[in-house]
């Protein structure tokens, strides 16, 4: 059975940013006849039943229906070891004593090393005597995917120092184990995919069809948040503005409606084409969202 997911972090509200993605890819499952799975990436955020339970009743709100359990990285952390314990095996590890600020230094020095924004390699020979220094000092390391064979990529973190499983990891054995087989979600995750389809490959996991949404920005022309007004949905609510609504904003900012009318889910879906999504960033413009 083909699936496909929403996978927000539980860290606040859903803005329109969220709410628009979640329809996206929503439509694109249940037009292909597709199962669509919710899963709450809470690895960094730890526990927020709170905030969970805002952002399932938006989606609700909107008639953006699930299949099956909801889950939670927070329950899957045995997986995400297995996984990293077959890396292990196969030689693709090395341990990574190096602080963020090090790694942001050691990547902007001017000795050209690496390509910009990836990993240098710093720890990737440390001798003992190195690593007997780190530890002495309290350093607990990261894991780091050993690149040096060949693999067309950075040394990118499989697990963090505080023993999280980092998200390209996490992401990609949660998508292998719930079987989604396409992803829909927006373009400023596109730089990841290289680093999740070269982790597919290593772990024998079949690759997703990929689709990345242009984000929504303000009328600044910066990338849709909160200063930009009322962007959530229970916002928009109190200020009078309808779910039906807010879906028919967002499904014609997505090419499936004529107009920005009031819809249901399903009749969005009805006229809906993967082929009409917009190519290029959506703007808000809060003062076009009206009460009635």
């Keep these: 059975?083909?699936?496909?997911?929403?996978?927000?972090?539980?860290?606040?509200?859903?803005?329109?940013?969220?709410?628009?993605?979640?329809?996206?890819?929503?439509?694109?499952?249940?037009?292909?006849?597709?199962?669509?799975?919710?899963?709450?990436?809470?690895?960094?955020?730890?526990?927020?039943?709170?905030?969970?339970?805002?952002?399932?009743?938006?989606?609700?709100?909107?008639?953006?229906?699930?299949?099956?359990?909801?889950?939670?990285?927070?329950?899957?952390?045995?997986?995400?070891?297995?996984?990293?314990?077959?890396?292990?095996?196969l030689g693709l590890t090395y341990d990574c004593y190096c602080s963020r600020r090090e790694v942001r230094e050691a990547a902007a020095a001017p000795h050209g090393a690496a390509p910009e924004g990836s990993y240098p390699g710093?720890?990737?020979?440390?001798?003992?005597?190195?690593?007997?220094?780190?530890?002495?000092?309290?350093?607990?390391p990261a894991l780091r995917l050993n690149g040096s064979g060949g693999i067309q990529t950075d040394d990118f973190v499989l697990r963090r120092a505080d023993g999280v499983a980092a998200y390209n990891l996490a992401v990609v054995v949660d998508d292998a184990a719930q079987g989604i087989d396409q992803v829909v979600r927006g373009d400023d995750l596109v730089e990841t995919t290289p680093r999740q389809v070269l982790l597919q490959g290593l772990l024998g996991y079949p690759t997703p069809?990929?689709?990345?949404?242009?984000?929504?920005?303000?009328?600044?022309?910066?990338?849709?948040?909160?200063?930009?007004?009322?962007?959530?949905?229970?916002e928009l609510r109190a200020l009078g503005v309808s779910p039906p609504q807010v879906l028919g904003y967002l499904a014609n900012s997505l090419g499936a409606t004529p107009q920005d009318s009031p819809v249901t889910a399903e009749g969005v879906l009805n006229g809906f084409s993967a082929q009409n999504i917009p190519t290029q960033p959506w703007v808000f413009d809060p003062s076009e969202l009206r009460s009635g």
């Design 1 to 89: 059975m083909s699936a496909g997911r929403f996978a927000p972090s539980p860290s606040g509200s859903l803005h329109l940013g969220n709410l628009r993605t979640a329809l996206a890819a929503w439509l694109v499952a249940r037009s292909s006849g597709a199962e669509f799975l919710l899963r709450f990436e809470d690895l960094t955020t730890g526990a927020a039943p709170a905030a969970q339970a805002e952002q399932l009743e938006d989606l609700a709100l909107l008639g953006i229906t699930h299949d099956g359990k909801v889950t939670c990285q927070s329950e899957r952390t045995e997986l995400y070891a297995q996984a990293i314990h077959q890396l292990e095996q």
């Design 122 to 140: 710093t720890c990737f020979r440390l001798t003992q005597t190195e690593v007997r220094k780190h530890e002495r000092a309290g350093r607990r």
């Design 209 to 234: 069809t990929y689709l990345h949404v242009p984000l929504v920005l303000g009328l600044d022309g910066e990338r849709l948040s909160k200063r930009h007004g009322a962007v959530g949905l229970q």
